[in-house]
């Protein structure tokens, strides 16, 4: 069992690095939502042809495709 000095240490080691975490994210460039909006959809226009749930894939690349049947006598 852990005494009260320690876990307080703890706590307090814990809180530091909570700390430092948030002053990294914090210095993190922020751009604004329509900004960035504008940029996905910016980038989906340009890739769409290569999107296959957008353009589909030829029957013979599918590899779902319905097969022939195997019947057995």
């Known amino acids: 069992m852990t005494s009260p000095g320690e876990r307080l240490l703890t706590q307090i080691s814990a809180m530091h690095a909570q700390v430092n975490q948030l002053r990294l994210e914090a210095d993190i460039p922020?751009?604004?939502?329509?900004?960035?909006c504008h940029d996905l959809i910016k980038y989906c226009q340009e890739h769409q042809q290569y999107d296959i749930l957008v353009t589909g894939i030829s029957q013979a690349d599918n590899p779902f495709k319905e097969g022939k049947n195997c019947t057995l006598l």
């Open 30 to 36: 922020r751009i604004p939502v329509s900004l960035a």
